[in-house]
């Protein structure tokens, strides 16, 4: 038998983990998934930028513990905090998308 025969992709694995799309098990996921991958583009910017979580802080008119928060998705994120973060800290546009 060939090894590709026994590599499961991400999506079946996700599924075999976390239940099908629209399952609570799955919905829950996803969630943790998205505040995950914010703390993490957050960091790569910072990172990016040549900053520190001080520096940024210190820009954004934050907190280091506030952006370390964040970059370790341990501390969900105002809108209006998240913007300033992005423009007065790392010189950049916040853009949102919605999709179904």
Same mark, same amino acid.
Do not use: C, W
């Given at each position: 038998?060939?090894?590709?025969?026994k590599?499961?992709?991400l999506?079946?694995?996700?599924?075999?983990?976390?239940?099908?799309l629209?399952?609570?098990?799955?919905?829950?996921?996803?969630?943790?998934?998205?505040g995950?991958k914010?703390?993490?583009?957050?960091q =790569?910017?910072?990172?990016?930028?040549?900053?520190?979580?001080? =520096?940024?802080?210190?820009?954004?008119?934050?907190?280091?513990?506030?952006?370390?928060?964040?970059?370790?998705?341990l501390?969900?994120?105002?809108?209006?905090?998240?913007?300033?973060?992005?423009?007065?800290g790392l010189?950049?546009?916040?853009?949102?998308?919605?999709k179904?």
């Amino acid at each position: 038998m060939p090894a590709n025969d026994k590599l499961t992709s991400l999506s079946q694995f996700i599924e075999q983990e976390h239940g099908p799309l629209g399952s609570q098990s799955r919905e829950a996921f996803e969630a943790g998934y998205e505040g995950f991958k914010l703390g993490a583009l957050l960091q =790569q910017a910072r990172h990016a930028k040549g900053l520190t979580q001080q =520096q940024l802080a210190d820009l954004a008119g934050t907190d280091k513990s506030y952006i370390s928060k964040l970059e370790k998705d341990l501390k969900d994120v105002r809108l209006s905090t998240l913007q300033r973060i992005i423009s007065e800290g790392l010189g950049g546009h916040l853009e949102l998308s919605i999709k179904f």
